[in-house]
């Protein structure tokens, strides 16, 4: 019951995606009109599952809204997080992450005015909107630190432009907080040499239990399988055996959250890290690929990085909070 629920909300958000990609039209166009800015002392501007665990997930959704035009004609191209139907995928995706990772942790996920699709179809729109999404999550980031999380250990986690915000907020991140940080998963974005090399709070994970690290990878099917992506990563790991040399590594997983785990069978994937560009190259897999629209390509499975490891994330997210907690008591 519990995964048919959940593919059911991950292929509405898809579905929702898809056509709010598509119905805006050429009336106004602004990047200048933004929708209302969230206020992070509104409960409303955020999914919370208080387990009263002694530790957190604080999760940054991937980009889940198209540019779409209202009654005023205008074409908007960030999340207005006061609208239903823009906030309904938002929410679709805090509800999947949460239900695949989380475990017994808690989990939080705020709403914040993202960046729409097209905006990634060029470098020029991606600087000069990116800037609102990142300052949303910032203050909400820093509302949550103050107000929900008492002081306990807690695990940043993001995929796609969520995962881009989160090495901003490490980039950012005072010694204090840092000492709380689990670990930090980007997933679904590179992580550039030079920030790897100038940032002290973005330490490469090296095994399956080490804290205070980010884990970073990719999948595509092959190396040729990569514009979407600007440069390779400085580092990555492999999220199945969770190591970082290019020992292959085993998945036995149903492929697609789009069918019911009655009517699928185990697909066996093998997975292992390209030495130079740090890519994981999945071999196995024989569904068909989800393309994202305008920035997709066949062969990057930039859709299914937490769907294709979503038990090793919920086990890893455990093992490492457990690994923090005992070493904090200590």
Request: proline letters at 5%; charged letters at 20%.
């Given at each position: 019951?519990?995964n048919?629920?959940?593919?059911?909300?991950?292929?509405m958000?898809?579905?929702?995606?898809?056509?709010?990609c598509?119905?805006?039209?050429?009336?106004?166009?602004s990047?200048?009109?933004?929708?209302?800015?969230?206020?992070?002392?509104?409960?409303?501007?955020w999914?919370?599952?208080?387990?009263?665990?002694?530790?957190?997930?604080?999760?940054?959704?991937?980009?889940e809204t198209?540019?779409?035009?209202l009654?005023?004609?205008?074409?908007?191209h960030?999340?207005?997080?006061?609208?239903?139907?823009?906030?309904?995928?938002?929410?679709?995706e805090?509800?999947?992450?949460?239900?695949?990772v989380?475990?017994?942790?808690?989990?939080?996920?705020?709403?914040?005015?993202?960046?729409?699709?097209?905006?990634f179809?060029?470098?020029?729109?991606?600087?000069?909107r990116?800037?609102?999404?990142l300052?949303?999550?910032r203050?909400?980031?820093r509302?949550?630190?103050?107000n929900?999380?008492?002081?306990r250990?807690?695990?940043?986690?993001?995929?796609s432009?969520?995962?881009m915000?989160?090495?901003?907020?490490?980039?950012?991140?005072?010694?204090?907080?840092?000492?709380?940080?689990?670990?930090?998963y980007?997933?679904?974005?590179?992580i550039?040499?030079?920030?790897?090399?100038?940032?002290?709070?973005?330490v490469p994970?090296?095994?399956?239990?080490?804290?205070g690290?980010?884990?970073?990878?990719?999948?595509?099917?092959d190396?040729?399988?990569?514009?979407?992506?600007?440069?390779?990563?400085?580092?990555?790991?492999?999220?199945?055996?969770?190591?970082?040399?290019?020992?292959?590594?085993?998945?036995?997983?149903?492929?697609?959250?789009?069918?019911?785990?009655?009517?699928?069978?185990?697909?066996?994937?093998?997975?292992?890290?390209?030495?130079?560009?740090?890519?994981?190259?999945v071999?196995?897999?024989?569904?068909?690929?989800?393309?994202?629209?305008?920035?997709?390509?066949?062969?990057?499975y930039?859709?299914?990085?937490?769907?294709?490891?979503?038990?090793?994330?919920?086990?890893n997210?455990?093992?490492?909070?457990?690994?923090?907690?005992?070493?904090?008591?200590?």
């Open positions: 019951m519990r048919n629920y959940l593919r059911t909300v991950l292929a958000t898809v579905a929702i995606l898809f056509i709010q598509h119905k805006s039209n050429n009336k106004i166009t990047t200048d009109v933004l929708p209302a800015e969230p206020d992070y002392k509104d409960l409303n501007q999914y919370i599952s208080d387990r009263q665990a002694d530790a957190d997930v604080f999760y940054i959704t991937s980009t198209g540019d779409y035009t009654a005023d004609g205008i074409t908007y960030f999340a207005d997080t006061y609208n239903d139907s823009v906030r309904r995928p938002l929410y679709s805090m509800l999947g992450v949460d239900t695949l989380s475990g017994k942790l808690n989990y939080y996920s705020p709403y914040y005015r993202q960046c729409s699709l097209q905006t179809t060029s470098d020029s729109l991606l600087t000069s990116m800037p609102v999404a300052d949303d999550i203050k909400a980031f509302y949550y630190l103050n929900l999380n008492n002081g250990p807690f695990i940043l986690a993001g995929f432009q969520g995962a915000i989160l090495l901003e907020l490490l980039k950012e991140m005072d010694e204090d907080t840092y000492g709380r940080l689990i670990a930090a980007a997933i679904g974005t590179t550039p040499r030079k920030l790897a090399d100038n940032c002290p709070y973005i994970a090296k095994g399956a239990g080490d804290t690290v980010t884990i970073c990878y990719n999948s595509i099917r190396t040729s399988c990569t514009s979407m992506f600007p440069e390779n990563s400085a580092f990555a790991i492999n999220p199945v055996n969770w190591q970082t040399d290019v020992k292959p590594a085993v998945l036995l997983t149903e492929t697609s959250p789009f069918l019911p785990v009655t009517q699928q069978k185990k697909e066996k994937l093998t997975i292992h890290l390209d030495e130079k560009s740090k890519y994981l190259i071999e196995g897999y024989t569904g068909t690929d989800y393309i994202l629209p305008l920035i997709g390509q066949e062969g990057c930039h859709s299914r990085e937490i769907w294709f490891y979503r038990q090793q994330l919920c086990e997210m455990a093992l490492r909070a457990a690994n923090f907690l005992k070493k904090s008591k200590r």
